[in-house]
């Protein structure tokens, strides 16, 4: 087929220009060359030097699909019309996630196919009109087999048997499940050709008799977050309890006001006695002095200087051995970063260099408040390469009471020094915790921070099945000493973090989820660390997500969800953090959120089993985040690391044996699994 004109060939690509638009224009080709169900070709090219002609010939072809025993074929594919974007249009804005959602929603009862949704308002909302239904394509594996090529069904509706559609009223009118507000309805029992264990349902969606989505099986895994690391704040010694057991390093920060570069005794004199008390043996002290970005550089590195020789000369005053030293300075920009996360000032600071920003920070404009942001990046971190030596049995026997007479003397600095390592020695089993929650604390200003600790402690320690009627024994605690002394930060954000255990526990729902997040947000002009309050406010927005999907409120829900996307993928996570909130994105049907976390730790030569054979399960769903060609070497990779797992992906209860449509995947399969 062609066309008749003479044309003057001058290069090889004129040549497969010609032969390409003379197929193309060709009034029957259209119909072949386009038509997915052939997918083998045979291309045979001839010269004729005589007539100065060139003869191309493409053969299209497939293996011919067999109807099973007792089958029937409706060649009209039961009147259901092919896609349209006009009436499909609306579902796939509305509801892109669908292919997710309803992968795994096919299952057998007593002989009966069942289709199963989990939220009967949502099911009502996609099934809106008449017409509007849901059939069946029983796809087998045989199709795929690895003796053959793949044989498919004619048809721009079904590769397999479809099964008669059945409509939105007899879904509605069938349903087992309608006072629990969710979808069980059977679809009609097992046809007898149907081998369960080699068969699976392609689920159609139909729209005004047309069919939108073609939603093929899929295991996808998932698992949902009540909340992600939420811990209360105590005000203890900054010092870890024991060294590293790797690097042996002790950290602490001291803070410095504006423009100085001494500090306050009583920042660092708890420290300095928890050294003694714990019996670590130093080796080496790091000391990195920060200043916070604004003024001029040359002034900063001066300013940075004498912070760290004012912390270095009062850790060896301390009657400390003379040890290695070693001394960094440098602008805070790290945190001043950080601080500004979920700040009204994030968004367009963000955008600009650090002269820019220096520009601005140092200007006398009236338009940003950026001091708040400014004082944390103040301070010296301190490393200390240490070797401890382990407290003995006597130590840990009188920690109890020295805290009991350090209240009584009313020594509440050496208090806290005591508090801190009698909550280490529980964790050690050296001391038990009844022991600890017996003690009583007086209710003074002096004293709030021993009881908030005491109140973090009990939340930590304190053994009830009733974890509410704790939680709101420890708000009222909190709220008691909040009375004592209203202006004490740690309190405030305990009394929100209890708040928020509550709701993600349903026990105390919240009834305007937007006064919490004013209060969360409040805390970022309070003395607290900026990655505590992000992690408040994640938390905030993983609960409020499925309390907006509860109410119906999906626009909030929206706008939480990809809160949460925010925060979490400007962190700095770990394997196990990657592949859990991973899964929490797979949950709530964020597909592209979970593959975009988990594609740069795929793509690592050493990363495992578990989390590259769970990224290949969830990576097929976009092909323009993972394409084909990805694809194939993810799948490569995983098959030299387990093959036996590899051979079993392709089909119940991992990934659909549909995938071996594509023949290069059908080919590193077939070469490795027949």
Wanted: charged share 30%; net charge neutral.
């Amino acid at each position: 087929a062609g066309s008749s004109t003479r044309i003057t060939l001058k290069t090889y690509q004129d040549v497969a220009t010609a032969i390409a638009s003379a197929w193309i224009s060709a009034k029957e080709s259209p119909d072949v060359i386009f038509n997915s169900g052939y997918y083998n070709v045979g291309t045979s090219v001839m010269v004729d030097a005589k007539s100065k002609k060139i003869v191309a010939t493409q053969v299209y072809g497939s293996e011919p699909f067999i109807v099973p025993q007792n089958a029937k074929i409706d060649k009209d594919d039961y009147k259901i019309q092919p896609y349209s974007a006009d009436k499909c249009g609306e579902l796939e804005r509305n509801y892109p996630y669908l292919p997710e959602l309803m992968s795994d929603n096919i299952f057998f009862k007593d002989g009966q196919i069942y289709f199963y949704f989990h939220d009967l308002e949502l099911f009502k909302s996609i099934m809106k009109n008449g017409n509007d239904g849901i059939a069946l394509d029983v796809i087998s594996r045989n199709q795929f087999s690895c003796e053959t090529g793949n044989r498919l069904y004619p048809s721009k509706i079904h590769k397999g048997i479809l099964l008669p559609p059945l409509s939105k009223s007899y879904l509605l009118g069938k349903n087992e499940l309608k006072d629990d507000g969710q979808v069980e309805v059977s679809l009609g029992p097992i046809p007898d050709f149907v081998d369960t264990n080699n068969v699976e349902f392609t689920l159609l969606i139909i729209q005004e008799g047309c069919l939108c989505q073609t939603i093929v099986y899929n295991s996808l895994g998932g698992e949902n977050l009540r909340s992600l690391n939420l811990d209360f704040i105590m005000d203890t010694l900054s010092v870890s309890n024991q060294a590293d057991s790797i690097l042996n390093r002790l950290s602490f920060t001291v803070p410095f006001e504006r423009g100085k570069s001494d500090y306050k005794m009583a920042d660092i004199k708890p420290f300095l006695d928890s050294l003694s008390l714990n019996r670590y043996d130093l080796k080496k002290i790091e000391i990195i002095a920060y200043s916070s970005i604004e003024g001029r550089e040359k002034e900063n590195m001066e300013l940075q200087k004498k912070r760290a020789n004012s912390i270095l000369k009062a850790i060896k005053e301390y009657k400390l051995q003379d040890v290695e030293t070693e001394i960094k300075t440098e602008e805070n920009w790290e945190g001043f970063y950080n601080s500004l996360k979920g700040s009204p000032y994030e968004p367009e600071i963000l955008k600009l260099s650090k002269e820019e920003i220096k520009k601005i920070v140092n200007s006398d404009t009236l338009e940003y408040n950026l001091e708040p942001y400014l004082e944390d990046q103040r301070q010296a971190k301190i490393n200390l390469t240490v070797e401890k030596i382990f407290m003995d049995s006597a130590l840990y026997n009188v920690l109890l009471e020295r805290f009991k007479k350090s209240l009584k003397t009313k020594d509440y600095t050496k208090a806290k020094v005591y508090q801190s390592f009698i909550f280490s020695a529980v964790k050690k089993g050296k001391i038990a915790p009844a022991e600890v929650l017996a003690i009583e604390i007086p209710h003074l200003k002096q004293t709030v921070a021993l009881n908030n600790n005491q109140i973090a402690f009990r939340w930590e320690y304190f053994k009830t099945q009733n974890r509410d009627s704790l939680n709101k024994y420890l708000i009222r605690d909190v709220q008691t000493q909040q009375v004592v002394d209203p202006s004490n930060a740690y309190l405030e954000y305990n009394r929100i973090l209890i708040k928020l255990l509550l709701w993600s526990e349903k026990f105390d729902r919240e009834a305007d989820p937007k006064y919490l997040l004013k209060d969360i947000k409040a805390l970022y002009n309070r003395d607290i660390e900026p990655h505590k309050i992000h992690q408040l406010l994640l938390n905030y927005h993983i609960v409020s997500a499925d309390y907006y999907y509860e109410v119906k409120k999906f626009r909030e829900r929206d706008k939480s969800l990809n809160e949460v996307k925010k925060i979490l993928l400007q962190s700095q996570l770990n394997r196990d953090q990657t592949l859990k909130i991973a899964n929490y994105f797979m949950f709530q049907m964020r597909i592209d959120w979970a593959i975009e976390l988990m594609k740069p730790w795929a793509e690592k030569q050493k990363i495992d089993e578990e989390f590259l054979f769970t990224f290949l399960t969830v990576a097929i769903y976009n092909r323009e985040l993972v394409t084909p060609k990805e694809y194939q070497q993810f799948m490569i990779r995983a098959k030299d690391m387990n093959q036996a797992r590899f051979c079993k992906l392709f089909g119940y209860p991992n990934m659909s044996f549909q995938l071996l449509k594509d023949l290069s995947v059908k080919e590193i399969y077939c070469n490795t699994c027949k």
